[in-house]
């Protein structure tokens, strides 16, 4: 069984749509995650979901709104779609323990490709 | 600002050498480095380093971290093809919350 996925794996599309990305996770994680790796293979952080709740925005421009309707799923959805955000967007989660903790290790979905003509 | 290095950003090699990846990390409370192995698609865990000095091993690939020069080393013996990958560093900030990625290096192995 898929630990996280994502739908659909690949996306083309006109500049100006809207468009969603849609993510599950079976693991039972409360964190949930939206990364964006750029053509260089650079991976950064958007957004991070703590049991349906925001804790952590990026400089992402508000063309992007994340939402969680449950631990289990974070969707992405984004408005009036422009060249630069071709990309790949990876969703993640973890286990969500104290901060103290070194790290709560993040299984990734195996990534959306998104086009934008 | 928090930040991650690697070097080199690309690397080809031929099967049965070794080769050495770094990352360099600039971060507030520093508690963890993670290496990650990206093939065609997502980022698989390799190792999570908290002490210096203290080498993680598995098969052919090994790591080592340095608090005092904040660097580690990734080190990949007897290369093979499938070795060939993005190798992903990152640390984890804010809280352990979010991961601070290095760019990656690309290393292709030819036969």
């Known amino acids: 069984d898929t630990a996280v996925s994502q739908t659909p794996k690949y996306l083309v599309t006109q500049m100006g749509n809207d468009k969603s990305i849609k993510c599950e996770q079976n693991?039972?994680?409360?964190?949930m995650y939206w990364y964006k790796q750029d053509s260089k293979k650079f991976l950064k952080i958007m957004f991070s979901?703590?049991?349906?709740?925001?804790?952590i925005n990026e400089t992402v421009p508000n063309r992007f709104s994340p939402k969680s309707p449950d631990k289990a799923h974070l969707n992405l959805h984004i408005n009036s779609l422009e060249l630069g955000d071709s990309a790949v967007y990876f969703c993640?989660?973890?286990?969500?323990?104290?901060?103290?903790?070194?790290?709560?290790?993040?299984?990734f979905g195996p990534g959306t490709r998104l086009t934008v003509l | 600002e928090d930040k991650v290095v690697q070097s080199p950003l690309s690397l080809v090699v031929h099967e049965g050498d070794t080769v050495t990846l770094n990352c360099s990390y600039e971060?507030?409370?520093?508690?963890?480095l993670l290496w990650y192995k990206q093939e065609k698609k997502a980022p698989t865990f390799l190792f999570m380093l908290?002490?210096?000095?203290i080498e993680k091993k598995s098969g052919r690939l090994s790591s080592i971290l340095d608090k005092k020069e904040l660097f580690s080393i990734l080190n990949i013996t007897a290369t093979q093809t499938g070795d060939s990958a993005v190798y992903l560093c990152?640390?984890?900030?804010?809280?352990?919350?979010?991961?601070?990625f290095g760019q990656g290096t690309r290393l292709t192995i030819n036969p």
């Open positions: 993640a989660s973890s286990q969500n323990r104290d901060s103290l903790s070194s790290y709560n290790e993040q299984f």
């Open positions: 979901y703590n049991n349906k709740e925001l804790i």
């Open positions: 693991l039972g994680h409360d964190t």
């Open positions: 971060v507030t409370n520093f508690r963890s």
């Open positions: 908290t002490s210096s000095g």
């Open positions: 990152a640390v984890p900030v804010q809280g352990a919350q979010k991961l601070v």
